[in-house]
């Protein structure tokens, strides 16, 4: 018999003995699964990650969706279990309905189960009709619910179903909840599985890699990794022959190329190959080339578009760093997240991205602190253009309002915090009005 799921860790050890022969493996299960667990009760945590581990599976665990989003940005799992209420006293499964729309979007061919309450019957119908494979109701078994999760990871195996990037090295999800995201998101769901060239304008540094990428995932390529080709380099051209009918490309800067060299790639290629574009500006792209590979321009937002996405993707940035650097959690301290607010990252993600993962490692401990975000501003910098003097202006007035506040206004502290003599930093202050 087997032990219905408690939410004590001490009963949860009953379940133990109960697991199926194999320690919860089914008999033709190979290799061990990667499981996510989205769930914001630590004590379903805790007793699940027991009988994962007795069953020879792997279990991480997210306290709700933006640390799921964060994980299923950094690797890919086998098997995600979902529950649908996160904000107290809620019970309408909305949140969690919403998280399966999204994962299920980005990869159809995900293989989710979704977990409700006791009395959450209707919920569980409405979230296999949106696509969830299983449901399985609190309390549960152990063994079944471990059954269940080997039996929907192995379905996942049909051709068709396994809509991730295989052979990039990371998945390709987008991150963020603000309207720019979402509408590039849904973009992506309408035009990805088709065969339309898709050409990503926006800055660089923005994500338009990724939006490519995540365009990839959606289409019926998707199993086949996407060939990549800077089509500045002469060199890279005779790859567009060699691969095998029905290859997606990504095409980098045709715009760069003249009209006449526009004209020999046109000839070059294949109808039946999907062509995805990276593009500084789509105008500069002849109409006869624009037609074969950019009849939908999708441009990759900048951070100032979507400045509410900014904490949420620091703290995504932060968790990689910090596992790729073997660190404690990582922690902003309040000046931090208040600089993260309010500042402008010229270098867009990319910059963002970089300057976490170097107040992390110059930092103590995990904790990430406001002065340490971003490089002391050079004395006489002289920016290129007049917007990136407005951000440079704004940045640095934040970043000494945040070193200041650290460091409770002794100037001192600030100056070195910032790399700055005690001088400068008073003529800044006082510049800013400080
Ligand atoms: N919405 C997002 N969610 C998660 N990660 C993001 C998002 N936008 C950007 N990033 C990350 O920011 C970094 C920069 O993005 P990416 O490499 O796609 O930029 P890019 O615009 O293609 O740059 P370039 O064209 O100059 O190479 C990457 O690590 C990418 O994963």
């Given at each position: 018999m087997n032990t219905p799921f408690s939410p004590t860790p001490a009963e949860s050890d009953r379940s133990c003995p109960d697991a199926?022969?194999?320690?919860?493996?089914?008999?033709?299960?190979s290799s061990p699964l990667s499981i996510l667990l989205i769930d914001d009760n630590p004590r379903i945590a805790e007793s699940l990650a027991i009988a994962i581990d007795l069953a020879g599976h792997r279990l991480d665990v997210a306290q709700g969706p933006e640390d799921g989003f964060s994980l299923l940005a950094a690797r890919r799992y086998d098997a995600i279990l979902l529950d649908l209420n996160y904000a107290a006293g809620r019970t309408d499964g909305a949140e969690g309905l919403a998280m399966l729309d999204r994962l299920l979007a980005d990869d159809p061919g995900a293989c989710i189960i979704v977990i409700t309450a006791h009395s959450g019957i209707r919920l569980a119908v409405t979230a296999m009709q949106a696509g969830a494979r299983d449901f399985v109701m609190k309390p549960w078994r152990n063994a079944e619910l471990i059954a269940k999760i080997e039996l929907a990871a192995r379905r996942r195996a049909a051709p068709r179903d396994h809509a991730v990037t295989e052979g990039t090295a990371e998945p390709a999800r987008l991150l963020g909840d603000s309207p720019a995201i979402a509408r590039v998101r849904d973009l992506i769901r309408r035009v990805g599985p088709t065969m339309a060239g898709v050409v990503v304008t926006g800055p660089s540094g923005a994500g338009r890699g990724l939006i490519a990428a995540a365009l990839h995932a959606a289409s019926h390529a998707a199993g086949r990794p996407m060939q990549r080709i800077d089509v500045r380099d002469p060199l890279a051209w005779t790859r567009l022959d060699g691969a095998e009918r029905g290859t997606s490309w990504l095409l980098r800067h045709p715009d760069k190329l003249d009209d006449v060299t526009q004209a020999r790639l046109l000839d070059r290629l294949r109808p039946e190959d999907r062509y995805i574009t990276i593009a500084d500006d789509p105008r500069a792209i002849t109409p006869a080339l624009a037609r074969r590979i950019a009849a939908v321009e999708i441009a990759a937002p900048s951070l100032a578009e979507r400045q509410d996405d900014v904490p949420l993707l620091a703290r995504h940035f932060a968790r990689i760093a910090a596992e790729r650097h073997g660190l404690p959690a990582p922690r902003f301290t309040p000046a931090a997240e208040a600089l993260l607010a309010t500042a402008h990252w010229p270098d867009e993600a990319r910059g963002l991205a970089a300057a976490i993962e170097r107040a992390l490692l110059l930092g103590e401990q995990g904790v990430i602190e406001a002065a340490l975000?971003?490089?002391?501003?050079?004395?006489?910098a002289a920016p290129a253009l007049s917007r990136a003097s407005f951000d440079l202006d704004e940045s640095e007035r934040v970043m000494i309002e945040a070193a200041l506040v650290e460091h409770h206004h002794n100037v001192t502290q600030a100056a070195q915090a910032l790399g700055l003599s005690r001088g400068a930093l008073y003529r800044r202050m006082a510049r800013h009005g400080l």
């Open positions: 199926p022969p194999g320690n919860g493996r089914s008999g033709d299960a975000l971003a490089p002391p501003v050079a004395p006489n």
